[in-house]
């Protein structure tokens, strides 16, 4: 008999199909009017291989304690039962408190974790380290970490980046034109850190376009910019934003659109920054023919956007991925400028956003009442890093460094407890990190699954020591491969046909048409995995597997055309010499 336990996640809520005490299946929250097809894979990952079943030690410290530090990321992990794993943390913890004391504990645990009220380990983890005494936090995130330690300087808080924004039926009604730097892709909006009841966005495009609000998509991806808008695609050079948004705050400057007023009441600075975009600072006027040679826009195409912005109420839109790089701040803080110079801010519908399109719920109305939550627990140590100097803090203890107008030193961690994320998947640099992760004497991780070898945490090492026996001829071609390297996938074949066998070859020869239908490959479309078929037109993903277990994946943004096969996936065993 089946049975419906409603639960929650971050991509929405739904109810858990349970036979026998097994999660078989899901059905969406009843409410929700448009459910995120992630849910599904819920089962799957609830009772996957992966799942750590125990507690599981490092083999090098069973045996030898914190001195086993060189065996790091190379030994298996031995399972033991709970008790024997609550007695070895509580034990290392009062090891390191009595002699290093609460500085050498880092217990930030930058990360989303589980959903809900109890269950987010984060605070968890806080509210535990503070009883026990003080711990090294974290603060900012990867998120917006840039943004939530520049706004505040610029316009007293970061609500303008964290939320609630103005709400999109707020611009559907009063607006009339929305400027999308990095554009709101509506994929990202199936993701709110906790879960969200109702995905509305569906709802706020609909009303956007019948608001006959006109969108415009200023990125290097054309899909960034949400189908139900039809909005206009303006093709920018990466990184290149701050170029344009001078540019526009140029051209509302010379031909006498910007709002003086505004600029004289509510801001300050302002002849200061003008010197610089004038040209006066430094010779350069920052106009739209310096720009389009920057940026790639055509200096016509800027001209004209910046007079569309000043005739029209407009919303001049960021993402947060535009401050994420070195100077990030930039991008952001053009923005408020060209914001002020059309002095829309506070006005219904115009002004300026960071975040439409990041996540879900950043642009809806607040909730009516405050959702309760985990009575926090003090820290006594009252002491924090950057969550992106990780790296930087466990090699180099004792140096200073600079972070928000303030010098501090970097403390000597000795133990670092995690709990509901992982930096690996944050962190810049992983190399770096990886090098960094060596140096504590102790790491203790709370995560529910681990890499997938027959119920064990043995393949890392396996997988390291099969790449070390690998010849440098197949080597290269695995590197050829590699998802970093950001090559069109007419790029990629080639590497493959120049590097692989004639059996490859031929292989591919066979199978070039599935190629015919594929356009501009995307960095974010490809990934490594295991497997060794091609999947149909409908999955829209083309997998060839190599002799040595990995699989490579393109993504297109059309179905793949003139496949001839009676079943949806292809077996297809390639090797590489």
């Not at 809520?13 to 009843?30: H, L, Q």
């Not at 459910?35 to 291989?49: G, M, Q």
């Not at 009442?369 to 926090?376: I, K, L, S």
């Not at 295991?530 to 409908?538: E, K, R």
Request: net charge positive; with cysteine; glycine share 10%.
């Amino acid at each position: 008999m089946t049975r419906l336990v409603r639960n929650h996640s971050h991509w929405g809520s739904f109810f858990a199909e349970v036979e026998d005490g097994r999660v078989v299946g899901v059905r969406p929250f009843e409410r929700d009017p448009d459910p995120s097809p992630l849910i599904e894979a819920i089962p799957a990952a609830v009772h996957s291989k992966t799942r750590v079943a125990q507690p599981v030690v490092r083999e090098g410290w069973l045996k030898n304690g914190p001195a086993s530090r060189e065996g790091r990321g190379r030994e298996p992990f031995v399972p033991v039962s709970w008790d024997r794993a609550l007695d070895l943390i509580a034990g290392e913890l009062s090891r390191v408190k009595r002699d290093h004391g609460h500085a050498a504990i880092m217990a930030g645990s930058q990360g989303w974790g589980s959903a809900g009220i109890f269950h987010e380990p984060r605070p968890q983890l806080r509210r535990f380290m503070g009883i026990f005494g003080g711990y090294v936090d974290q603060v900012s995130n990867y998120s917006f970490g840039t943004a939530l330690v520049f706004l505040p300087h610029v316009v007293g808080n970061a609500q303008c980046c964290t939320g609630p924004l103005t709400s999109w039926s707020s611009i559907a009604r009063h607006g009339r034109l929305m400027v999308m730097f990095g554009g709101a892709n509506p994929k990202n909006m199936q993701v709110t850190k906790g879960g969200m009841g109702v995905h509305a966005i569906g709802h706020s495009l609909a009303e956007l376009a019948r608001g006959g609000v006109e969108v415009v998509n200023i990125s290097p991806i054309r899909d960034d910019g949400p189908d139900a808008v039809a909005p206009e695609w303006i093709s920018i050079r990466p990184g290149t934003d701050t170029a344009m948004l001078l540019a526009l705050t140029h051209t509302l400057i010379t031909e006498g659109r910007h709002d003086q007023e505004f600029l004289a009441r509510y801001c300050t600075g302002f002849e200061r920054v003008q010197s610089y975009v004038m040209g006066e600072a430094d010779g350069q006027p920052k106009d739209a023919d310096w720009a389009a040679a920057i940026t790639g826009v055509s200096a016509e195409t800027i001209r004209t956007l910046a007079r569309r912005m000043a005739a029209n109420r407009t919303m001049i839109s960021a993402s947060w991925s535009l401050q994420r790089a070195d100077h990030g701040e930039q991008p952001y803080w053009a923005v408020l400028l060209l914001a002020s110079c059309l002095g829309q801010i506070g006005l219904p519908g115009g002004g300026f956003g960071f975040g439409y399109g990041s996540a879900s719920g950043i642009a809806e109305p607040p909730p009516a009442f405050r959702t309760p939550g985990m009575e926090a627990a003090p820290n006594p140590l009252n002491r924090s890093i950057p969550a992106a100097r990780i790296s930087q803090c466990l090699l180099h203890p004792g140096e200073p460094y600079d972070f928000n107008g303030r010098r501090s030193n970097y403390p000597d961690i000795r133990l670092v407890y995690w709990a509901g994320g992982n930096p690996f998947h944050h962190h810049q640099d992983t190399n770096q990190l990886r090098a960094a992760f060596r140096r504590p004497e102790t790491i203790i991780v709370h995560e529910p699954c681990g890499p997938r070898r027959r119920g064990t945490l043995t393949s890392c090492c396996r997988r390291r020591r099969r790449w070390k026996e690998m010849t440098s001829a197949r080597r290269s071609v695995i590197r050829s491969l590699s998802p970093w390297k950001r090559r069109s996938s007419r790029s990629v074949r080639r590497a493959m046909i120049i590097r692989s066998s004639p059996r490859c070859r031929s292989a591919l020869v066979a199978r070039k048409r599935l190629l015919k239908g594929a356009t501009r490959w995307r960095g974010c479309g490809i990934s490594i995995t295991v497997g060794a078929t091609v999947c149909a037109p409908t999955l829209r993903r083309y997998r060839i597997s190599t002799g040595s277990g990995l699989t490579v994946i393109w993504k297109f943004r059309k179905a793949l055309t003139n496949m001839s096969c009676s079943t949806n996936f292809v077996p297809i065993r390639m090797r590489i010499s």
